[in-house]
């Protein structure tokens, strides 16, 4: 078993910065890629960004540029950095970690209010 704890959400200004960490534990030898995803009200969950356990990332091209995912492997967490944030990008966050299985967080709320 895996368990992911998020923290870091909240309310923010259009143009503001919120830094989302998730931290794992239990059977965190095997976890592969460890990202972060989103859903906004009415709308299904989507990818914000996944980084591999050596480093590599993935982005949705909507947060390139703006969105940074950081991963500490002796630490078992993972970071997502948001800057300039827009009103559209208001959801419940998940962080999401994939073994042979994959765990979910319990999501943390972001609203950027305009």
């Known amino acids: 078993q895996l368990q992911l704890v998020e923290s870091g959400g909240g309310l923010v200004q259009a143009g503001g910065s919120l830094r989302l960490s998730c931290a794992a534990s239990g059977r965190i030898f095997s976890i592969n890629d460890m990202g972060w995803y989103r859903q906004a009200p009415g709308k299904q969950r989507e990818l914000v960004a996944v980084v591999s356990r050596s480093g590599s990332t993935h982005y949705a091209d909507s947060v390139k540029g703006r969105f940074t995912i950081s991963r500490d492997n002796a630490k078992n967490t993972v970071d997502l950095q948001m800057n300039s944030l827009k009103p559209e990008n208001t959801a419940v966050y998940y962080c999401?970690?994939?073994?042979?299985?994959?765990?979910w967080g319990q999501g943390t709320q972001v609203t950027v209010s305009s």
């Open positions: 999401n970690a994939d073994t042979i299985y994959t765990y």
